[in-house]
């Protein structure tokens, strides 16, 4: 059964003889709930064994799980089946997330009297949701993220994408550069997808990035970005984060995602250093809407945002608020004095002893 809500639609092309009777033209259509199927790969062996390869890599919240299931049409997709499990080489039951997932089809057996150009396979990931904390967080326009437990924390895994205030006003955005520099009011940017290559339109963008705050849109207004019960976070609940992750010059390999360019979004820019993705946080660099109200560092750096400010030194009367930066090229994640017009990413969290 097909997902009611996908975070992922990808089609690829595969071209190769099933049997020396048997013509495949297979398009391959991957979904996943609240996770990825990416860098999906089918070749079947010229062997004549009819045997299909396939691989793909399915990531999602640390410590989640999904039962996979392939169908396949031989009706240019007006109707799919289900392959029976005896004819793939593993189960596909409660199966975590992974690079480079191998299985093998044997497509010879399970149809060996099928002749057709207009096969299709489509591989549907399902998250098995459980009662635990630790699963999806949905925010107030139904924007489902993954969470992950750690420590006591439970912390949001994605970029807050929602637009309006708990109580249902939308948030501003749209902004000019000299309106956004000059606002003193909350607002968002969506970091623009004509920039950026493999990103199809701003809703996209979005989607895989999530949106760009001012410091007003969570501080000096109450009206609430994060879900009820959570929290833009802390000083003191970044510290609880990075501390156990070797703290600001190590923390950022923990923290990153593994993803890396030519992969497809969301990837860092190479050489993504010291990436490896231990902490479930898939942090990616989601870039930055400078204090003018131009875009910048999107492929490598996340900042993102926390409550804490202290008065600037040289200008007591000059609130400079802090967000953590995390970068491509380093193992760092630090801590900056930054301005309050600056858009960046926001991740919620809660605390889970209170």
């Known amino acids: 059964m097909i997902p009611m809500n996908f975070n992922f639609l990808k089609t690829n092309t595969m071209k190769r003889l099933f049997a020396t009777l048997t013509i495949l033209a297979m398009s391959i259509f991957t979904y996943a709930q609240v996770g990825t199927i990416n860098n999906v790969h089918v070749e079947q062996r010229d062997d004549g064994t009819g045997i299909v390869d396939i691989r793909f890599d399915l990531s999602g919240p640390a410590n989640s799980m999904y039962n996979i299931v392939l169908e396949v049409s031989f009706d240019g997709g007006d109707s799919?089946?289900?392959?029976?499990?005896?004819?793939?080489?593993?189960?596909?039951?409660?199966?975590?997330?992974?690079?480079?997932?191998?299985?093998?089809?044997?497509?010879?057996?399970?149809?060996?009297?099928?002749?057709?150009?207009?096969a299709q396979i489509k591989i549907v990931a399902t998250l098995i949701e459980d009662d635990d904390p630790g699963t999806t967080?949905?925010?107030?326009?139904?924007?489902?993220?993954?969470?992950?437990?750690?420590?006591?924390?439970?912390?949001?895994?994605?970029?807050?994408?929602?637009?309006?205030?708990?109580?249902?006003?939308?948030i501003a955005t749209g902004l000019t550069d000299e309106?956004?520099?000059?606002?003193?009011?909350?607002?968002?940017?969506?970091?623009?997808?004509?920039?950026?290559?493999?990103?199809?339109?701003?809703?996209?963008?979005?989607?895989?990035?999530?949106?760009?705050?001012?410091?007003?849109?969570?501080?000096?207004?109450?009206?609430?970005?994060?879900?009820?019960?959570?929290?833009?976070?802390?000083?003191?609940?970044?510290?609880?984060?990075i501390g156990p992750l070797g703290g600001q010059l190590q923390a950022g390999a923990p923290l990153k995602g593994i993803r890396t360019e030519p992969d497809d979004h969301p990837r860092w820019?190479?050489?993504?250093?010291?990436?490896?993705?231990?902490?479930?946080?898939?942090?990616?660099?989601?870039?930055?809407?400078?204090?003018?109200?131009?875009?910048?560092?999107?492929?490598?750096?996340?900042?993102?945002?926390?409550?804490?400010?202290?008065?600037?030194?040289?200008?007591?009367d000059l609130i400079r608020p802090r967000a953590y930066r995390t970068e491509h090229d380093d193992?760092?994640?630090?801590?900056?004095?930054?301005?309050?017009?600056?858009?960046?990413?926001?991740?919620c969290v809660r605390n889970l002893d209170e």
């Open 80 to 118: 799919f089946s289900v392959l029976p499990a005896n004819y793939l080489s593993m189960s596909l039951e409660e199966v975590s997330p992974a690079a480079n997932i191998e299985l093998e089809w044997d497509g010879m057996a399970s149809h060996p009297n099928v002749y057709t150009e207009e």
């Open 269 to 316: 820019d190479a050489p993504n250093t010291g990436a490896t993705g231990e902490s479930g946080m898939n942090l990616y660099p989601s870039g930055q809407r400078r204090t003018s109200g131009s875009f910048a560092d999107f492929g490598e750096r996340i900042y993102i945002w926390t409550t804490e400010w202290a008065p600037d030194a040289d200008d007591p």
């Open 179 to 241: 309106e956004w520099a000059e606002t003193e009011e909350g607002a968002y940017a969506v970091y623009p997808h004509i920039i950026v290559p493999g990103i199809g339109s701003d809703e996209e963008m979005a989607e895989i990035y999530g949106l760009l705050y001012n410091w007003h849109a969570f501080y000096t207004d109450d009206r609430g970005l994060c879900p009820e019960g959570w929290h833009v976070p802390s000083q003191a609940d970044w510290d609880a984060l």
């Open 137 to 170: 967080l949905t925010d107030i326009d139904g924007n489902v993220y993954g969470t992950i437990i750690i420590g006591d924390q439970e912390w949001m895994t994605e970029n807050l994408r929602v637009t309006h205030y708990n109580n249902g006003d939308p």
């Open 331 to 347: 193992t760092r994640s630090r801590r900056y004095r930054v301005y309050m017009e600056a858009g960046y990413s926001i991740r």
